[in-house]
C-alpha cells in the first residue's frame, strides 16, 4: 500500500489520553532487581520492537537493528564482561564512595528473560545521508531515540527495562560478532516486573537528587533566565 | 517530601492507555512545514520540559539544560546558520538527487513559535559519573532520551516537534553562548500543528521506504535469524 500523500488532522488527544502518555513518562525506571521469571512472548516483543523501528530517525535511516538475546550462554559471557567493567569502575571512584557504589546493583543481565542490544549500523543510508552531513553522531542518536520508545512502551506493557553501559564495547563486539561498521548503542535487560521505585532508585538510595526544574531553563540563549533578556529579543507570543 | 523507599504496584496500563502510549509513538512525525502560528503558552512548555527532565539519564546525572527561543533574532541566526550548511549538504549528494535534496524543507525554524536547544552538560555530576565510566556518550544518550520524551509528550498535546540537524556545531555554540563543556545535542522547532503527515514525510516524498521490521531482527548474536540459533544457545522460554 502506498503511503498517503495528504496530511491528516491531528490535533491533542483526549485528556484520558494524555494522562496515559504521561503516565508512562513519569512511571518509567531503569529496572535492575524487579524483573519477575515470567517469559516475554513473541507478540509482546515483537510489539516492543515495532515501537522502537518507529522512532524518527536522520534521513529515515532507520539505522538499527535489534539482537534479541535469550541464551543463558550470551546472557553469561555479557555478564561476565560487566562484572571485569565495573571492578575497575568501582576503583574510579573516591575511597569513601566505594562501598556505596559497589551496594548498588546496577544490571539484571542474567534475571531479565530477554537482552536487547540496539545497534547502529553506521552505513545503513550509504555515504552521505539527509541530515547527517555535519553531524555524524545523529545517526546514533537515532538509535537511542529507539530505545525510549521500546522503554516507554514497555512501560504501558507492564514490562520493565534496565539499560546496561557498564563494559567495553569491544566485549559487546565480540560476543555479539558485530561487524565494524555496527555501533551497539543501548544493550537493555527486559521483563515483566509486578512493582517499581516510585523515584529513580538512585534517588531513593540517597546517590542523587533530582534536580529542580526552573534551574535548567534558559531564554534565548545561554546563562539568561526570562528576566534578563533584552527587550528587542523578547516577542509578543 | 522524601522519595519512598518501598517499590510501588506497577503492572501492565490498560488496554486504552496502552492504546494512547502507542498512539503518541506511531503519529509522531518530524515536523518541518505544519506548524499554526498559535503560540505555545507556558503551562504547557512546562509541561513539555518536565516530560523532558524525567527521561532516563545515566547515574541520575540530568545532564540537560533546555535553552528556550522565542526571539526573531536569535531564530534569524540560526536560520542563517542552517542556511550556510544547506548549501554545503546539497552539494555532498550525487547531481542527480541536488535537485531533489534542495526540494525537501528540512527546518520550521523561523516558522515554528519556539525554538529548543537541549544540551548536554558532561560536567553536571563531577568526573567520575555511575554508568559513564566506560562509554563516555552515556550522557549524550541520556540527552536524547529527554529530547524523545519530549517528542512524545508534544504529540499528545497536539503540538508538532522537527528536529533541526544541519549546522555546523561551532556556529550554534557562538549563537546561543554555550560553555566549553556544553553540547549542544538536539535543536528542535516547536508550534501547534492541525495537521500531519500518515506516514514520515520523507517515505511519503519516494527518499526512503520503511524497512520490513523481521529484516531487522537477530537471535542471540548478529547475523542469526531465530533459526541459525545453535540449539545449545536456545532457551525453553
Given at each position: 500500500m502506498q503511503p498517503p500523500i495528504a496530511p491528516a488532522l491531528a490535533g491533542p488527544f483526549s485528556c484520558e489520553e494524555q494522562a496515559a502518555v504521561y503516565r508512562a513518562i513519569y512511571s518509567r525506571r531503569d529496572v535492575?532487581?524487579?524483573?519477575?521469571?515470567?517469559p516475554i512472548d513473541e507478540p509482546t516483543l515483537l510489539r516492543l520492537l515495532r515501537a522502537a523501528h518507529h522512532a524518527p530517525s536522520v534521513g529515515f535511516m532507520q539505522p538499527w537493528n535489534f539482537v534479541v538475546i535469550r541464551s543463558a550462554q550470551v546472557k553469561a559471557e555479557v555478564k561476565s564482561a560487566f562484572g571485569r567493567a565495573n571492578a575497575e569502575a568501582a576503583a574510579m571512584f573516591p575511597q569513601e564512595l566505594r562501598s556505596i557504589y559497589s551496594a548498588i546493583?546496577?544490571?539484571?543481565i542474567v534475571e531479565a528473560p530477554v537482552n536487547l542490544c540496539i545497534t547502529c549500523d553506521r552505513s545503513r543510508a550509504g555515504p552521505v545521508v539527509v541530515g547527517r552531513t555535519?553531524?555524524?553522531?545523529m545517526d546514533l542518536y537515532s538509535t537511542v531515540c529507539a530505545a525510549q520508545n521500546l522503554w516507554l512502551a514497555a512501560r504501558a506493557e507492564g514490562i520493565g527495562v534496565g539499560w546496561v553501559s557498564i563494559y567495553h564495547e569491544a566485549d559487546i563486539r565480540t560476543i555479539l560478532n558485530?561487524?565494524?561498521?555496527?555501533?551497539?548503542?543501548a544493550y537493555l535487560c527486559i521483563g515483566h516486573v509486578d512493582e517499581l521505585y516510585e523515584a529513580p532508585e538512585l534517588e531513593v538510595k540517597g546517590w542523587r537528587n533530582r534536580l529542580p526544574l526552573e534551574d535548567l531553563i534558559f531564554a534565548e540563549?545561554?546563562?539568561?533566565g526570562a528576566a534578563t533578556v533584552p527587550a528587542e529579543e523578547r516577542t509578543s507570543s
Open positions: 535492575r532487581s524487579q524483573f519477575t521469571q515470567r546493583k546496577l544490571e539484571g555535519h553531524n555524524h553522531e558485530l561487524p565494524d561498521h555496527v555501533v551497539p548503542v540563549r545561554w546563562g539568561l
